[in-house]
């Protein structure tokens, strides 16, 4: 039992929101989890799914 294992993943899952919140622009997506990402990823990090795409921003006006 580890409790601090837990807490870091709770602080990771906290920076990625924060850096959300401060405007980051995620152009990539994972389609399997809808995670999003900076930058992209060979596999998503959050579900190991091969299947992070680039995101179009062409929609936002
Ligand atoms: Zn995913």
Do not use: W
Not at 18 to 30: K, L, S, T
Not at 43 to 59: F, G, H, L, T, Y
């Amino acid at each position: 039992m580890n409790p601090f294992r837990k807490l870091g993943r709770q602080v990771e899952r906290f920076k990625s929101n924060a850096e959300e919140a401060a405007g980051e622009r995620p152009r990539y997506q994972c389609t399997e989890c809808e995670a999003r990402f900076d930058e992209a990823h060979p596999r998503c990090p959050e579900c190991d799914a091969a299947n992070v795409v680039s995101i179009d921003d062409k929609a936002e006006s």
